[in-house]
């Protein structure tokens, strides 16, 4: 099979699996227990909340270990408002365009009374920093806005989002699930108060994730239950997978230049060769602002399940970005925040590129997506 789905997972990186083993057997210590066993645990636990600070430019304590991407942007949206709602901070800024985890997060934050303005984005799938700007108010409690979108690649003007928030002074979030690993993510460079990351998107395992709170960034938990994680995270933590975690994003950190070039030649070999190979090929997402590893393509005339399936039998791992709701298949709200054209939302495919994709994988794929697409068209 041709992996090309590394946006939805990755696969554990050996190096990460050697970091997780000697817990799975004989370090299987709570961090909280007084007694050796516990207090090698809690080693453990320091040293992978040092090396996730260190990879991000932050400190330690600024580290809350969640079980992934998801429970990181609930705490961010949900544990903000629940920190300013008493001073009548009840609005919330976000982006059409952002992971469910984001917008239904922002949706349950409705029901407990918060005003939620959703900004739209340009035809690339780019959001307006001066929209941004002008969508503050005295009562906004939270900007959040993805590093990179999951679906078609484009990459936010964070830089830019940042200046426009610290000079207003309302906490910036943002969702770095994607561009970790890919892109430069320290939490000074751009400017974030919060920032949320998952471990199986970068040759981790699932199940395990952070958000980074900068000091002073008000924050209630969304989990009782316990003293763990300063207050901010109730429960035992998950040291295996905090382990893993901390391995993988610093082997993501390491080697993020080099991968990340890597990946851009193959993305656009990709580009190029589906571009010249397939009449009627749109590209969906930036051209210049987007992923390195991130492809999608809408086929007008085609379904993205029918291309999926095609795909697969023929030994290509893709996805889609449309959803099939009670028979009809309906695009995503990504592809239809930048385009009105059914035809092109029902028939994108996602074909993302990772650290074992060669120029060989990315040929044969190519060659493949073109005589899939022939094939159902006739
Ligand atoms: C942008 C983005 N945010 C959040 C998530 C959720 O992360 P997790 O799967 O770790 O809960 C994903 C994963 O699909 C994602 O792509």
Same mark, same amino acid.
């Given at each position: 099979?041709?992996?090309?789905?590394?946006?939805?997972?990755?696969?554990?990186?050996?190096?990460?699996?050697?970091?997780?083993?000697?817990?799975?057997?004989?370090?299987?210590? @709570?961090?909280?227990?007084?007694?050796?066993?516990?207090?090698?645990?809690? &080693?453990?636990?320091?040293?992978?909340?040092?090396?996730? &600070?260190?990879?991000?430019?932050?400190?330690?304590?600024?580290? *809350?270990?969640?079980?992934?991407?998801?429970?990181?942007? @609930?705490?961010?949206?949900?544990?903000?408002?629940?920190?300013? =709602?008493?001073?009548?901070?009840?609005?919330?800024?976000?982006?059409?365009?952002?992971?469910?985890?984001?917008?239904?997060?922002?949706?349950?934050?409705?029901?407990?009374? &918060?005003? +939620?303005?959703?900004?739209?984005?340009?035809?690339?799938?780019?959001?307006?920093?001066?929209?941004?700007?002008?969508?503050?108010r005295p009562e906004t409690?939270?900007?959040?806005?993805?590093?990179?979108?999951?679906?078609?690649? #484009?990459?936010?003007?964070?830089?830019?989002?940042? &200046?426009?928030?610290?000079?207003?002074?309302?906490?910036? $979030?943002?969702?770095? +699930?994607?561009?970790?690993g890919l892109l430069e993510?320290? *939490?000074?460079?751009?400017? +974030?108060?919060?920032?949320?990351?998952?471990?199986?998107?970068?040759?981790?395992?699932?199940?395990?994730?952070?958000?980074?709170?900068?000091?002073?960034?008000?924050?209630?938990?969304?989990?009782?239950?316990?003293?763990?994680?300063? =207050?901010?995270?109730?429960?035992?933590? @998950?040291? *295996?997978?905090?382990?893993?975690?901390?391995?993988?994003?610093?082997?993501?950190?390491?080697?993020?230049?080099?991968?990340?070039?890597?990946?851009?030649?193959?993305?656009?070999?990709?580009?190029?060769?589906?571009?010249?190979?397939?009449?009627?090929?749109?590209?969906?997402?930036?051209?210049?602002?987007?992923?390195? @590893?991130?492809?999608?393509?809408?086929?007008?005339?085609?379904?993205?399940?029918?291309?999926?399936?095609?795909?697969?039998?023929?030994? !290509?791992?893709?996805?889609?970005?449309?959803?099939?709701?009670?028979?009809?298949?309906?695009?995503? $709200?990504?592809?239809?925040?930048?385009?009105?054209?059914?035809?092109?939302?029902?028939?994108? !495919?996602?074909? #993302?590129?990772?650290?074992?994709?060669?120029?060989?994988? +990315?040929?044969?794929?190519?060659?493949?997506?073109? =005589?899939?697409?022939?094939?159902?068209?006739?």
């Amino acid at each position: 099979m041709i992996y090309l789905d590394h946006a939805a997972t990755t696969p554990v990186r050996p190096e990460v699996r050697a970091a997780m083993e000697p817990l799975l057997t004989d370090r299987f210590g @709570n961090p909280s227990s007084v007694h050796t066993i516990g207090q090698q645990a809690r &080693a453990l636990l320091d040293g992978a909340r040092d090396t996730v &600070a260190r990879c991000l430019g932050a400190r330690a304590e600024e580290i *809350v270990f969640t079980s992934g991407g998801t429970e990181a942007d @609930n705490l961010a949206l949900i544990g903000s408002f629940l920190a300013r =709602r008493a001073e009548g901070k009840h609005h919330l800024i976000t982006v059409q365009t952002e992971h469910h985890a984001i917008l239904e997060s922002a949706e349950f934050l409705e029901e407990l009374e &918060a005003e +939620v303005t959703l900004l739209p984005v340009d035809g690339s799938g780019r959001v307006d920093p001066e929209a941004v700007r002008a969508a503050i108010r005295p009562e906004t409690f939270l900007v959040s806005v993805m590093a990179a979108n999951n679906e078609i690649g #484009t990459v936010a003007p964070l830089a830019e989002i940042a &200046a426009v928030c610290r000079e207003a002074e309302v906490p910036l $979030h943002t969702d770095a +699930v994607q561009g970790m690993g890919l892109l430069e993510m320290r *939490v000074d460079a751009p400017y +974030v108060d919060l920032l949320s990351l998952s471990a199986h998107k970068i040759y981790g395992p699932k199940g395990v994730g952070a958000l980074y709170v900068r000091r002073g960034t008000p924050l209630k938990p969304i989990l009782h239950g316990g003293s763990q994680e300063r =207050r901010r995270r109730g429960g035992t933590e @998950n040291i *295996v997978g905090i382990v893993a975690l901390a391995r993988a994003l610093e082997l993501a950190v390491a080697e993020r230049q080099t991968e990340a070039a890597r990946q851009t030649a193959l993305r656009d070999h990709l580009i190029v060769a589906i571009e010249g190979s397939v009449p009627g090929a749109v590209l969906n997402g930036d051209r210049v602002h987007r992923l390195p @590893n991130n492809v999608n393509f809408s086929f007008p005339g085609l379904e993205s399940d029918t291309l999926l399936l095609g795909l697969d039998l023929e030994g !290509v791992c893709a996805s889609s970005g449309s959803a099939c709701a009670a028979g009809a298949v309906e695009p995503s $709200h990504v592809i239809q925040a930048i385009s009105e054209n059914h035809a092109r939302g029902i028939s994108a !495919v996602r074909l #993302t590129v990772g650290h074992s994709t060669t120029e060989a994988e +990315v040929d044969a794929a190519a060659e493949i997506v073109a =005589r899939v697409v022939a094939r159902l068209r006739e």
